[in-house]
């Protein structure tokens, strides 16, 4: 069975920084793309961040870039979100899921509260 | 980049059939066939029910269908149950790796 677990997640001051993980386990997590997706407390789904198979590849919604950096350890079957200078608007749970074009399996989420 | 315009609520009675429209840009929608659907429960993690404009996954029910025309994708259930209500989200490749939502539609089933 595929399972994505997130963790992470939690309280930050504004100007801050958190580190989300991801641990994957049931597939062969070398063989796909992953993303992450957030959603801001009662508002929808926004695209986050994609990476490649082999860590090579990434990208990002526009109000993320410089901020966030997407990274995956594939040792360890894991996909990371690496937030800097974050700020209020960035609050929102945050999931992480498999595939680039279609996302087939979902995690259940991480929520990130950035206020001070 | 704009995200792609859904209704904000739809709704319909138990056994009727109702629709769910998407409208990108030739950019985005129009360009690909790579629109696929979500549905969320409150509280709940997004479920894939459609992908590459119109293909169903493993599972899910046949009364959940995609079809696209130029830049609207459409998602259309039949047989309406009570467990289909949630929110719904439509999503399409716009080039370059990245990805845009549409602002949600929830459907409520009377």
């Known amino acids: 069975e595929v399972q994505l677990v997130e963790s992470g997640g939690g309280l930050v001051q504004p100007g801050g920084s958190l580190r989300l993980s991801c641990a994957a386990s049931?597939?062969?997590?070398?063989?796909?793309?992953m993303r992450w997706v957030r959603q801001a407390p009662g508002k929808g789904l926004e695209w986050v961040a994609n990476?490649?198979?082999?860590?090579?590849?990434?990208y990002y919604v526009d109000p993320v870039k410089g901020r966030f950096t997407i990274s995956r350890d594939n040792a360890k079957n894991s996909l990371y979100l690496q937030m800097n200078s974050l700020r209020a608007e960035d609050t929102a749970v945050y999931y992480c899921?498999?595939?680039?074009?279609?996302?087939?399996?979902w995690g259940q989420g991480t929520l990130v509260t950035v206020s001070s | 980049q704009s995200a792609l315009t859904q209704p904000a609520s739809v709704s319909g009675s138990p056994g009727q059939s109702i629709t769910i429209s998407c409208t990108g840009t030739?950019?985005?929608?129009?360009?690909?066939?790579?629109v696929s659907w979500y549905q969320q429960h409150p509280g709940k993690a997004p479920k894939l029910m459609i992908y590459e404009d119109n293909k169903r996954p493993s599972g899910v029910s046949n009364r959940f269908s995609g079809s696209k025309s130029g830049n609207t994708a459409s998602l259309t259930i039949s047989g309406l149950q009570a467990e289909d209500e949630a929110d719904y989200y439509c999503c399409s490749y716009s080039g370059y790796s990245t990805f845009l939502f549409g602002g949600g539609t929830k459907l409520t089933v009377l």
């Open positions: 049931g597939f062969t997590f070398s063989n796909f793309w």
């Open positions: 899921a498999r595939g680039l074009r279609w996302s087939d399996n």
């Open positions: 990476i490649n198979q082999d860590g090579g590849e990434n």
């Open positions: 030739s950019s985005d929608v129009g360009n690909y066939n790579l």
